[in-house]
């Protein structure tokens, strides 16, 4: 008995197999399948024909974070020239907060959106629910960002200057901005 060989074993009869051993069609939905899911950092998701519907409600809040996004890629596409490193993306961190702190006063404090416009409004992109959910416990009330609180990003295990209030830092540190967003002081006591 011969062997076929293995490419002609994964082959059906007239499919051309690409670059992974699959025809293209199961190649490209391989790659998709294989994306890493979508961070909170990045924009909100586009409206597809697969997309659920917007909720009731959206209309309350639709013109507001059409206006953050659209400041958003206006802050995308600023030039960099004489910034440093980190400077550069300060503006999208402050929008990204902004965007994500009118959601949660919509819900939380105004009680203006439904729990159901909530949930999508996290899940399409247009509120950090990791910031929110800081942003609910005492002393993180005005949190900037959560990479301010993150230990393991600082040289000393210690959290960000931003999270120091303003009359427990030294007498030179006064005016200090956080490398990571550009934060002056997000402690609860300022």
């Not at 060989?5 to 197999?17: I, M, N, W």
């Not at 890493?36 to 950092?41: R, Y």
């Not at 924009?43 to 996004?69: C, N």
């Not at 400077?87 to 961190?93: C, L």
Request: aromatic share 6%; net charge positive.
């Amino acid at each position: 008995r011969t062997r076929r060989p293995a490419s002609d074993r994964t082959r059906s009869p007239g499919v051309q197999v690409g670059r992974l051993g699959r025809s293209p069609a199961l190649a490209r939905d391989h790659h998709v399948r294989a994306s890493a899911p979508p961070t909170a950092t990045e924009m909100p998701r586009l409206a597809t024909l697969r997309a659920k519907k917007k909720p009731k409600g959206f209309e309350l809040v639709e013109d507001t974070l059409e206006e953050i996004e659209r400041q958003m890629r206006d802050a995308e596409s600023v030039s960099s020239d004489g910034k440093r490193k980190q400077e550069t993306s300060w503006a999208i961190f402050r929008l990204h907060h902004q965007r994500s702190r009118y959601v949660y006063e919509m819900y939380y404090k105004r009680k203006l959106i439904s729990r159901e416009l909530y949930d999508w409004l996290l899940r399409e992109g247009f509120g950090d629910e990791h910031l929110i959910a800081k942003w609910k416990k005492q002393g993180y009330e005005r949190l900037c960002c959560v990479r301010c609180i993150q230990t393991r990003d600082t040289n000393f295990g210690s959290v960000c200057i931003c999270r120091v209030p303003k009359a427990q830092r030294e007498a030179g540190a006064a005016h200090v901005q956080c490398k990571n967003c550009g934060c002056e002081g997000c402690a609860t006591g300022d």
